[in-house]
């Protein structure tokens, strides 16, 4: 499908112009005639195009919220679908509804029209919708997807969780120290001049800074714009260095381990999910593969995916890449040997959750009094600097 700009006119009278995916020109005057629009003109956009943004997880959860609700009441599905088109406010998610419903209109499976939105519905939700319709029971899917979509958003909390309250002490004390070395300390470094003291080390290492930010702060910004476009240059090349820094990445302190048990907890989830719905376990992998984020789980399930391929168990594909903790192996492990590997994999995905939700609480509680030294320290540094020279300027002066 190409996207394409057009221009179409609304029952009400008003031009209007947009962008929408469609399969050509007819293709198109249908998606917006569906829309209540009247095609006026539209061409296909060039093959370059900004990204757009996609629809937020809650969306999504509504979406299969209310849509397995529909379906489990007897409602087919083109009728469900077109009464969420009719109740979705948000635009992004109504043009997907709508898209789905042209490609339903055509004959296509509810699988097949989502596979063609992979913007919008990921490829584990495309599979889990598939094997719900082969099975013949597509409410109970949508409830799952809706399920682990809830999951991962959980998990998607969390990780904001750790990264939101650092960035915000962290912004507060870079402005703070800023307006200090630009506007205070300069006025204070005529003072200390026009005494002809000799100043203490800490108090020229001050002016120092002050100097470097007021003359040369506004390359900072750009310098480390430089840097970051040369490193996301460097790794966008290189898979292997990508693959090295994620590895980096789960092997640092606390921030590490939580790290890894994010990636854990949403992999064994969606494993769990896709398994439960009777899709073969080498192709759950690689759906599976497919949708994680960090690229040394990405590598280490391609190698698991290839040994089970030859013929070996899970649990020991899986134990042989060195890269999944003890707790996975015994609960694959157990799995086997009980039949119920989805279960298992199910508890490790629960466990993983708790063990971030309590690892994020205890660093969140260790990271506010060190930041509330970090700030302490600093601000004591800077007073003391210039508190210094001022005391011996007052003590000089006669009595």
């Not at 279960?343 to 509680?365: E, K």
């Amino acid at each position: 499908m190409k996207t394409y700009s057009y221009r179409a006119m609304s029952t009400d009278g008003r031009l209007l112009r947009g962008r929408l995916d469609a399969a050509d020109l007819a293709d198109l005057e249908q998606r917006l005639r569906e829309q209540g629009l009247a095609f006026i003109n539209g061409e296909a956009r060039p093959g370059f195009d900004l990204p757009r943004r996609r629809v937020p997880r809650r969306e999504l959860i509504h979406f299969c919220f209310h849509l397995e609700q529909l379906l489990a009441a007897g409602v087919p599905p083109f009728e469900s679908l077109a009464a969420l088109r009719d109740a979705t406010t948000h635009p992004r998610m109504r043009t997907a509804v709508v898209t789905l419903l042209a490609d339903i209109e055509r004959g296509q499976p509810l699988s097949d029209a989502a596979a063609h939105q992979p913007g919008v519905f990921p490829p584990a939700t495309v599979a889990l919708l598939r094997a719900g319709e082969q099975a013949g029971r597509l409410p109970e899917t949508i409830r799952d997807i809706g399920a682990a979509l809830e999951h991962e958003d959980e998990l998607a909390a969390y990780a904001r969780r750790i990264a939101i309250y650092p960035a915000i002490v962290a912004s507060l004390m870079l402005l703070a120290v800023a307006v200090a070395l630009v506007h205070v300390v300069p006025e204070l470094e005529k003072l200390f001049r026009s005494s002809g003291q000799t100043l203490p080390l800490q108090t020229r290492l001050l002016i120092g800074l002050s100097h470097a930010v007021t003359q040369a702060g506004w390359l900072l910004p750009g310098g480390i714009a430089l840097g970051l476009a040369g490193m996301h240059g460097f790794l966008s090349r290189s898979d292997a260095a990508r693959t090295r820094l994620h590895h980096l990445l789960l092997r640092l302190p606390v921030v590490g381990e939580i790290l890894g048990k994010l990636a854990l907890a949403r992999f064994a989830s969606v494993l769990a999910t896709l398994y439960a719905a009777g899709i073969t376990i080498i192709d759950a992998l690689r759906i599976t593969r497919d949708i994680t984020g960090n690229l040394a789980l990405r590598k280490a399930l391609h190698t698991a995916s290839e040994r089970i391929e030859q013929g070996h168990a899970v649990s020991a594909a899986f134990e042989a890449t060195g890269l999944f903790p003890p707790l996975v192996e015994r609960m694959l492990r157990v799995g086997e040997q009980t039949g119920g590997l989805d279960r298992a994999l199910g508890n490790v995905a629960t466990l993983y959750r708790r063990d971030v939700a309590d690892a994020t609480g205890r660093l969140q509680a260790a990271i506010e009094p060190l930041l509330t030294l970090a700030m302490g320290a600093l601000l004591l540094w800077i007073a003391s600097a210039v508190l210094g020279p001022i005391y011996d300027i007052i003590t000089r002066l006669p009595a």
